[in-house]
């Protein structure tokens, strides 16, 4: 049987995976990244009780970013664009 963590277990769990997206953030962040993010947050909360909200990403400041552009076909009509999941500068 498991036991339940101490908040001071809680709140170096929490440090440990802030730092450890921050030593490792990509190019690009996608959902996923963010909901680490979000899970780190909530682990420091849980842990101090402290409220975290000032500090998440709302989903509004997350937007595609476009990483190429190229015509179709040989008449130049018409254009292909491909967009990355989302843009680091959340």
Excluded: C
């Excluded at 076909?73 to 680091?88: A, L, P």
């Amino acid at each position: 049987m498991m036991m339940p963590m101490t908040s001071d277990q809680q709140w170096n769990l929490a440090w440990s995976k802030l730092n450890a997206l921050k030593s490792n953030l990509p190019s690009e962040i996608d959902q996923g990244h963010v909901q680490e993010y979000h899970d780190a947050l909530k682990l420091l909360h849980e842990a101090s009780g402290q409220d975290i909200t000032p500090f998440e990403i709302p989903p509004d400041r997350l937007r595609p970013a476009i990483i190429g552009v190229q015509r179709r076909g040989r008449s130049g009509r018409g254009v292909v664009v491909q967009i990355s999941s989302f843009e680091k500068g959340v």
